[in-house]
C-alpha cells in the first residue's frame, strides 16, 4: 500500500463519527473466484463461489470446504451463528444449517413442502429459528425449527408506495433488517412489527453495525450514520466492488476481479 492511500484512509475514517479514533490496516490479500464474503462473529472468513464455501481460519490458519450439490449462484449464506450456519439455495427452496466444521448438523428443510409461496431470502433468528421474506404475501415471516409459524408481518406494500425487491436480510441485536436496493432499509421488532424505514440509497450490498450502515458505491465503501443523517466515504479500491462485509475488528472486500482485501480495524 502506498502512503498517499494509507493517508487517506486515516482521514476517511477520522470523518466516520465511530471510526474516528480508528484506522484501516491492510491484514491478508487472497486471489480468488469467489462472488460473496462473509464475516462471523469469530473472524472467521467465508468466501461463497456458486458451488462451495470457503472458511478461513488465520488465527489456526485452516482452511475448510463446504460443497453445495446443487449449484446455484443465488445461495444466500448466514454466518451470524458460526456454530450453526445457515445455508439457503432459492432454486431449490432447501434450507441447511452446518456446523463449525463444515459439516451438516441437521436435515435438510425444503421449504416448498409446506409453503408454495415464493420465498426469494432466509436468514437466522435468536433460539434456533429462522426469518424469510415472503415475496407473494410481501411479508416477513418467523418460523421455528419444528416449521410452525412463530410470527408474521403486515403486508410490506403497506408502507412503502414504491415497487421494491429485497436483496438482502439479516437480525442484529433482535432487530430485523431488510435491505431494499433504491429504496431504503426496513427494521422490524423480534415479533415482525414495523419499526421504521432507514432512507439509505444503496445498489448493491450493504451491511449495520454500531447504528452505522455500510453500503457499495462503485468502486468505494460508504458509511450512513443513523444519528447524523450523514454520508462518509470509508475507503476507495482501485476496481468496483462485488461484495464486503465487515465485523469489529475487520473489513474484508471483495473485488470484481476476485482479489479479497481483508483490513483489520485498529485504534
Not at 20 to 49: G, W
Not at 198 to 227: A, D, L, R, V, W
Request: glycine share 2%; with cysteine; net charge neutral.
Amino acid at each position: 500500500m502506498n502512503r498517499r492511500f494509507f493517508i487517506f484512509l486515516i482521514i476517511s475514517l477520522a470523518l466516520a463519527p465511530c471510526f474516528a479514533q480508528q484506522s484501516l490496516k491492510p491484514f491478508k490479500t487472497i486471489e480468488s473466484k469467489a462472488k460473496k464474503v462473509k464475516i462471523d462473529v469469530l473472524n472467521n472468513i467465508y468466501l461463497i463461489t456458486d458451488n462451495k464455501v470457503e472458511k478461513y481460519n488465520f488465527s489456526h490458519k485452516t482452511i475448510v470446504n463446504y460443497n453445495f450439490q446443487i449449484p446455484d449462484s443465488e445461495m444466500i449464506v448466514d454466518v451470524s451463528n458460526p456454530f450453526k450456519i445457515l445455508i439457503f439455495s432459492p432454486n431449490n427452496y432447501s434450507l441447511k444449517y452446518i456446523n463449525n466444521q463444515m459439516t451438516e448438523s441437521a436435515k435438510t428443510i425444503y421449504l416448498d413442502r409446506f409453503t408454495s409461496d415464493n420465498i426469494p431470502l432466509v436468514c437466522t433468528s435468536y433460539d434456533n429459528c429462522f426469518w424469510l421474506f415472503n415475496a407473494s404475501e410481501k411479508r416477513i415471516e418467523r418460523y421455528n425449527m419444528s416449521l410452525t409459524k412463530t410470527h408474521q408481518s403486515s403486508p410490506i406494500y403497506l408502507l412503502s408506495s414504491e415497487d421494491f425487491l429485497p436483496k438482502h436480510m439479516v437480525e442484529y441485536n433482535e432487530k430485523l433488517y431488510l435491505f431494499i436496493p433504491n429504496n431504503g432499509v426496513l427494521i422490524f421488532d423480534k415479533f415482525a412489527a414495523f419499526v421504521k424505514k432507514i432512507p439509505i440509497i444503496f445498489e448493491k450490498k450493504s451491511s449495520f453495525i454500531n447504528n452505522q450502515f455500510f453500503y457499495i458505491k462503485g468502486n468505494s465503501i460508504m458509511i450512513y450514520n443513523t444519528k447524523t443523517f450523514e454520508d462518509f466515504k470509508l475507503i476507495e479500491m482501485e476496481n468496483e466492488i462485488a461484495d464486503f462485509d465487515i465485523n469489529q475488528k475487520f473489513l474484508a472486500i471483495l473485488q470484481t476481479d476476485g482479489k479479497l482485501t481483508i483490513y483489520e480495524i485498529v485504534d
